[in-house]
């Protein structure tokens, strides 16, 4: 209402009604997204696979997506030129020479065992190893768990650059006077 009756005023009032909806200046509030959500929505290269909360796998997993694991797994993972990622809720054990091998491994929850990364393996505050870790680069942040050995490996270094010959006419190369 824009026009508001004072004591002091004579006639009538006539109320200005306008009927545009009150706009803010701010977004309306999204609401968080709860943990698994926001753990799903990991950026990855290419699809990515679930074991969800409720699942415990036995045995050997291969394949060629990338992994997001929040259940339990008790064997060996391979997948070459990918990413797993072990979320809060993960566990991961193998009593084979390597347990993860994998292009980046992430780990959020718990891993016994070793890893094998040809890129990084990058273990979380929440996150805890118990292994050797064989990668071409390494992060632990504060408060992540850690107990085993480290090889880091250089990454395979890129193919060298092919050598152009070129044939250059004798006239070319004598001096002008």
Do not use: Y
Request: aromatic share 2%.
């Amino acid at each position: 209402m824009s026009a508001m009756w004072k004591p002091n005023q004579s006639g009538s009032v006539t109320p200005n009604f306008n009927l545009e909806p009150v706009r803010s200046p701010l977004p309306p509030a999204v609401p968080a997204a709860p943990e698994s959500a926001r753990a799903r929505t990991l950026p990855t290269a290419g699809d990515q696979a679930t074991i969800g909360k409720g699942l415990v796998i036995k045995g050997e997993i291969t394949g060629s997506d990338s992994l997001f694991i929040d259940g339990k797994v008790e064997g060996s993972i391979n997948l070459p030129g990918n990413r797993v990622t072990v979320g809060v809720n993960g566990q991961v054990n193998a009593n084979v020479a390597v347990c993860i091998s994998a292009r980046e491994i992430v780990v959020m929850g718990k891993i016994h065992g070793n890893v094998s990364a040809t890129d990084r393996v990058d273990i979380r505050s929440e996150g805890a190893l118990t292994g050797d870790v064989t990668a071409a680069r390494i992060s632990i942040e504060d408060g992540a768990f850690f107990k085993g050995g480290i090889d880091i490996r250089k990454s395979e270094p890129a193919p060298p650059m092919p050598t152009i010959k070129a044939t250059v006419p004798p006239e070319i190369l004598k001096p002008t006077s």
